[in-house]
């Protein structure tokens, strides 16, 4: 499959700048064949949700906390750090790619060759401003929702 897509702005030039594109239509099967590793895709009912690409700055803060963490983690056996673009799938049709997750040591069985099935004991979204409102009131709400005991954004 191949999708071009072209971002015009406000004055009908294109544009570069930070974005956040919903994609309707797919189901969760076809996400999982046809939305290509290099992409980084979530998907929220029925819709493919693709980001700007980060900046320099969200990535060194990403592995800060991946750093971080994974010493944290490690040393009270409590779990798992993985990084996006690793798809939590909170329930069918809720697939999302945190910058960053812990996955409880109860649930390394939940551990899928695509995703995690299950509930991250902590889950956290370093902030973009394309994706500010999507991160801090969407996902944090279904995160909430579906008992994710720690959510940082």
């Not at 239509?25 to 979530?42: L, S, V």
């Amino acid at each position: 499959m191949r999708l071009t897509v072209k971002l015009i702005g406000p004055e009908r030039e294109e544009t570069l700048h930070a974005f956040l594109l919903r994609i309707p239509g797919w189901t969760e099967e076809h996400y999982y064949e046809k939305a290509p590793e290099r992409w980084f895709a979530e998907f929220e009912d029925r819709e493919v949700i693709m980001h700007s690409p980060v900046s320099i700055r969200h990535q060194a803060i990403t592995r800060l906390l991946t750093i971080s963490l994974h010493v944290l983690v490690q040393r009270r056996n409590v779990g798992e750090v993985f990084n996006g673009p690793a798809v939590v799938r909170l329930r069918p049709g809720l697939n999302y790619e945190r910058d960053i997750c812990v996955v409880p040591v109860d649930q390394r069985d939940r551990l899928e060759k695509e995703r995690f099935s299950g509930t991250p004991l902590l889950g956290v979204e370093v902030i973009s401003p394309a994706t500010r409102h999507h991160d801090l009131v969407t996902k944090a709400l279904n995160y909430r929702k579906h008992r994710v005991a720690e959510c940082w954004g």
